[in-house]
């Protein structure tokens, strides 16, 4: 699940709206705003801290407008939501896809079922937002897991490459895969991977124009002994489109 909007960047005090996204390969179908489905949704302008708050099933979630220049990060956290395996073989994939194989081994070795188990799973999206001159820089929020943009979409140069910094339990992620999904103008989304650094910090070249989401999954074998889910996963995810200052 990912932030979405059409209108990346936009004058102050004009309309943004902001819609909730669940799908594969930056594709997806609109949800609808219910409380019931996050324990946080809010935006950060000029480092302050505001709630969003939409009339329960309104879609797009959320009708903005800023009366303030600059970087604006939106931020949404979601409630726990559980999935079934009914095959050892769709977790393997799964683990495969997100750089995350040592699982399945593991898998293995705790002798955890091969069929009908489950996982927990959390989601964690931000999505960069430039009003008026876009000047700023995004936030570390302090949630569990996130993608820090390092590098401003909206004031940047077209030939530096873009930073970000993965971060999860308010440390530095090192050797971790970040999976860019790119979408240009006709709606094509083509997919890249790199890696975090020791300090946690991953590099990629980005195209004028185009809209990116960033996505990082961390899976952790669920310890809690009330909980009959035998993993817990966390997404990580960040959207913006890249433009160039000089423009």
Do not use: C
Not at 185 to 205: H, L, M, S
């Amino acid at each position: 699940m990912w932030l979405d909007t059409t209108t990346y960047q936009q004058k102050i005090d004009a309309e943004v709206k902001l819609s909730l996204v669940n799908g594969q390969m930056f594709d997806g179908f609109e949800l609808s705003y219910f409380k019931s489905r996050f324990s946080e949704f809010y935006y950060i302008n000029n480092n302050k801290k505001v709630d969003i708050e939409s009339r329960m099933g309104d879609t797009p979630a959320a009708t903005l407008s800023f009366s303030n220049n600059g970087l604006v990060t939106g931020i949404y956290v979601s409630e726990k939501s559980t999935i079934n395996y009914e095959t050892l073989d769709k977790f393997s994939e799964f683990a495969v896809e997100k750089g995350e194989e040592w699982a399945i081994k593991k898998h293995s070795d705790l002798k955890f079922p091969k069929v009908n188990f489950k996982e927990d799973y959390y989601r964690f999206s931000k999505i960069l937002i430039g009003v008026g001159n876009s000047q700023g820089s995004d936030i570390q929020a302090g949630i569990k897991h996130e993608i820090v943009a390092l590098t401003n979409p909206y004031n940047r140069d077209s030939k530096d490459e873009f930073y970000v910094k993965l971060i999860f339990n308010d440390k530095p992620q090192k050797n971790r895969q970040i999976t860019i999904f790119e979408r240009d103008f006709e709606k094509n989304v083509t997919t890249q991977v790199t890696f975090t650094d020791d300090d946690g910090i991953a590099k990629f070249k980005v195209t004028e124009g185009n809209e990116y989401l960033i996505d990082n999954v961390i899976i952790e074998v669920n310890e809690d002994p009330k909980n009959d889910a035998v993993w817990s996963s966390y997404w990580a995810a960040l959207t913006f489109r890249a433009l160039d200052a000089t423009q």
